[in-house]
């Protein structure tokens, strides 16, 4: 993932549609940039100084000048991971890289679901695919090992007879590698209308089921793009690793 896309996916909330569309410009004019004034990359990319200023503003830099200057930093380190790729560690730098930025966007927000797991005492974890299924087990394993009783279910049948009982006390983790609800929409509507607890677990998209969990969490993985590759889902792991380690510290305290 480019530096750019990187901060496009932290940032993404405050970016308007203009400052999307400035980034991709920005995108192909990358190895230009250090050697551009702003008035100078603005022309090239269609557009103002003032919102090229602004846009940098907004991606968390002071200004034109030291924009300029990390981006001429990341093209240079960007050469030396050429040289790591080629001896064929492309994957694990990569992978790495997708771990920051998973933490990253879910750093808020996993406060917020300890608290919500830790106020309710019907909870459920349900995974839509194989991998997805043994990493919930692992989870409600870990919960049980702390103290907490979750229920797995296995299917999507179990997950609509179990939501015909819940109530304000239940709260639901789905995992699903695209949050699209194939099969079970209709149930997690439901739900949502129900006001029911949802964690959902998702790959970072625009999703149903990030649309519809009360709590979003969502992982980046580049495995995903790789032809003829495995999906490795070690950045999902990390959610539910870390979502364990910090149930083991408020159990400690």
Not at 149 to 160: F, P, W
Request: proline fraction near 1%; include cysteine.
């Amino acid at each position: 993932m480019t530096l750019l896309k990187y901060l496009k996916t932290i940032h993404e909330e405050e970016l308007t549609d203009t400052d999307l569309d400035i980034l991709d410009h920005l995108e192909k004019q990358l190895p230009l940039i250090p050697n551009l004034t702003i008035s100078e990359l603005a022309q090239k990319i269609y557009t103002s100084s003032t919102s090229l200023h602004r846009l940098v503003k907004k991606l968390g830099f002071d200004g034109y000048t030291e924009f300029k200057y990390i981006i001429k930093d990341y093209l240079k380190n960007e050469e030396k991971e050429d040289v790591r790729f080629s001896n064929g560690n492309g994957y694990l730098f990569n992978t790495i890289d997708d771990m920051k930025i998973t933490y990253k966007l879910n750093e808020e927000a996993f406060e917020e679901v300890i608290k919500d797991l830790f106020s309710h005492n019907d909870i459920y974890c349900f995974g839509t695919g194989w991998k997805q299924k043994q990493i919930v087990d692992n989870f409600a394993n870990d919960l049980l090992y702390y103290g907490h009783s979750a229920k797995t279910l296995r299917n999507t049948d179990d997950l609509e007879i179990a939501s015909r009982h819940f109530d304000e006390n239940s709260l639901v983790v789905i995992v699903s590698l695209s949050g699209s609800l194939k099969n079970y929409k209709q149930t997690v509507e439901s739900m949502y209308e129900q006001n029911i607890t949802i964690v959902g677990v998702s790959i970072y998209s625009d999703n149903p089921l990030s649309r519809l969990a009360t709590h979003s969490l969502q992982f980046v993985d580049s495995s995903l793009d790789i032809e003829n590759h495995h999906w490795s889902s070690i950045t999902l792991h990390l959610i539910f690793d870390q979502l364990s380690h910090a149930v083991s510290i408020h159990k400690g305290d």
